[in-house]
């Protein structure tokens, strides 16, 4: 079956330290692949997408993600971290031959330290 | 432009009642998508409208059920509910099918199944 993996459902890091959450495809032929981000008692919101377009995709807030198709993965970083970065984090694909709906992950929760 | 609402925000029923949930999409978006995410997981898709018809479906059972309306509106019912069906509830639109096409999800609904 089509999924997505997330690997590691809580990250912690310190304020101004790097952060990675790690995403992972099942399909030999690349999806459309999303990160999105929900913030306590609110819906998700949209931080990046990859349309086979350039294989680093730069969104909102500092983030950005690197498709690596060798490694089927979809890893989302960003450079230093922010309190105001705390949230979940999903990773999405929509895979070809469907009707544009998303599969997610089972999401990575973002804490940071002072 | 107005984003994608939901109603009601919270919502408490009992076991075997029915619930009808509420959503308007975006401005000038065909397309209507609901999915459940139950606590702790990523949203599962539950099934899809595009200009008032069902066009995908996931892998939930017939007493899940749902309408679009003229104005791309939708509505998500659930009969004979079960306690399982305990989840925050979100609808996304976009403007067309395309899987390359941003949805937008509104805040939710959460349902409490006693």
């Known amino acids: 079956a089509q999924s997505v993996t997330q690997l590691g459902s809580h990250v912690s890091v310190s304020e101004g330290a790097l952060v990675l959450l790690r995403c992972n495809y099942s399909?030999?032929?690349?999806?459309?692949l999303f990160w999105y981000v929900q913030y306590p008692n609110q819906g998700l919101q949209l931080l990046l997408k990859?349309?086979?377009?350039?294989?680093l995709v730069k969104g909102i807030n500092g983030f950005e993600a690197e498709f690596k198709k060798s490694e089927t993965s979809f890893h989302l970083t960003k450079p230093s971290a922010h309190m105001s970065d705390a949230a979940e984090y999903f990773c999405?694909?929509?895979?070809?031959?469907?009707?544009?709906?998303?599969?997610f992950g089972k999401g990575t929760k973002l804490s940071v330290k002072p | 432009e107005t984003g994608v609402t939901q109603s009601p925000t919270h919502l408490i029923k009992t076991r075997g009642q029915q619930v009808t949930l509420r959503c308007s999409s975006q401005?000038?978006?065909?397309?209507v998508s609901w999915y459940q995410q139950a606590l702790g997981q990523g949203p599962q898709f539950i099934f899809q409208?595009?200009?008032?018809?069902?066009?995908g479906r996931g892998n939930f059972p017939p007493r899940f059920s749902g309408l679009q309306f003229p104005n791309y509106s939708s509505e998500l019912n659930v009969n004979a509910l079960e306690l399982d069906d305990s989840a925050l509830y979100l609808c996304?639109?976009?403007?067309?099918?395309?899987?390359?096409?941003?949805?937008?999800f509104g805040p939710g609904t959460r349902l409490t199944v006693l």
């Open positions: 996304a639109s976009r403007g067309g099918q395309g899987s390359y096409n941003e949805q937008f």
């Open positions: 399909s030999s032929v690349p999806p459309y």
């Open positions: 990859y349309t086979s377009a350039a294989t």
């Open positions: 999405a694909v929509i895979y070809g031959g469907s009707q544009g709906n998303l599969i």
């Open positions: 401005s000038g978006h065909n397309t």
């Open positions: 409208y595009y200009r008032e018809e069902e066009n």
